[in-house]
């Protein structure tokens, strides 16, 4: 599990180190970092380092002083560097130096029309905005592979938000610790690689989950289990207009490895012939004990709708409202007065879901989706789960996981449906609903991995990959 600070958090604990280490040397050890990751990348794309031209974009300050020194390194490597000065008056004065000294120079922007690797030193954690115009012109006419210095030059350090021009990088070398934007903006990063630093940082501002934790919490059969052992889930979704939310919320439970899956809805009969495992019938009030509830996906919102939601919030176990369900929360707040206060709720909204239920509370999306979310969760005292390109799970007590998108293949018409239905296994298993919904979120991507192999695919193509992704998760565990 990886923790992920803040820039605020950052440059706190760096002060604290820079205060007993000799001065420029966390620089040039970042610098070194550098260095050595452009090689690899050089390798990799050219097949050698000695000869190649690398061109570094240095902006005003430390972050231009990390590439400068970058290049000094390199140039002991043999390689050809020069940087291009977007702030020459400003320019960080030792590493110039040091560049110059080691053989490398200073050149114009026509530079970057023959690199074979472009070094994104142009801004840093204290910028703000997109890209300034000369910096934009020179990124844009960029072809080579991009190395960016702790952070694409031109996404926000703190929400990943790009208001304008900005980098896309290939590679991002971070130093000291993860930074929001590795995780809420990974398609512009690249690659992450820390470089540490041993700053004293305490309690993370968010985490990310890996495979590792993943297969530790997955809740897998042992040999005295049986079917209610191993978690109940109820389900209620579907309608006739959309039988195929209740087949695929449903069909995830089952795939999921829950003990028994139990279906209350208008769409039973469809729901038996895809799931003949499943309990089903045409009523919540028929549906029997479970150890968790799904409830939304395709149910509809009118006044059948909101009193199933009011039997499913009053029913004490933990629920997983989404799509219909959280419309339904929104539209009639006094459906929270069903809700058994013992029960944890856990919602799963969209953009356009979180701001019906958010904006009445006070509470604004905005660019700082970790905040918005965190602030719904504590002012409801649920489980916020924010989809997205990077899905956002916040606890009411301030823990945070973010998930980032490894791919796209997940935006299709009843994706979300599926990924209810793997929460609602994990819930009644007896998972804490923050971690339910990290783990189902990462094992959502995954299964869309495997069932897009490359190429667009559907929500039920996904619900069939997850014994495959269940199968890849628990299998690299041991």
Known sequence: MRGVWTTGHVRTAEEVVLARTAPGALMRRAAHGVALHVMRLLDRHTGGVSGRRVVLLVGAGNNGGDALWAGAFLRRRSVGVTAVLLAPDRAHAQGLAALRRAGGRVGTPDEVDFADLVVDGIVGLSARGPLRPDAAEVVRRVRAPIVAVDLPSGVDPDTGAVDGPAVTADVTVTFGAYKPVHFLAGARCGAVHLIDLGLPLDRPDFMVLDETDVAAAWPVPEADDDKYSQGVVGVAAGSSTYPGAA???VGAAVRATSGLTRYAGSAADEVSRQWPEVVATGSVTDAGRVQAWVA??????GKSSRDVLAHVLDAGVPTCIDADGISLL???PDLWDARDPSAPVLLTPHDREFTRIAEPRGIDLGADRVAAASALAAKLDVT???KGHATIVAAPDGRVLVNPARSHWLATAGSGDVLSGLIGALLAAGSDPLLAGGCA???????GELAALGAPTSASAIVHAIPAALRDLLGAAR
């Open 384 to 386: 916020v789960l924010l």
């Open 330 to 332: 929104a539209a009639h």
């Open 441 to 447: 979120a990462w094992l959502h991507v995954r299964a």
């Open 247 to 249: 087949v695929l919320a």
């Open 296 to 301: 939304g996906p395709g149910m509809g919102t």
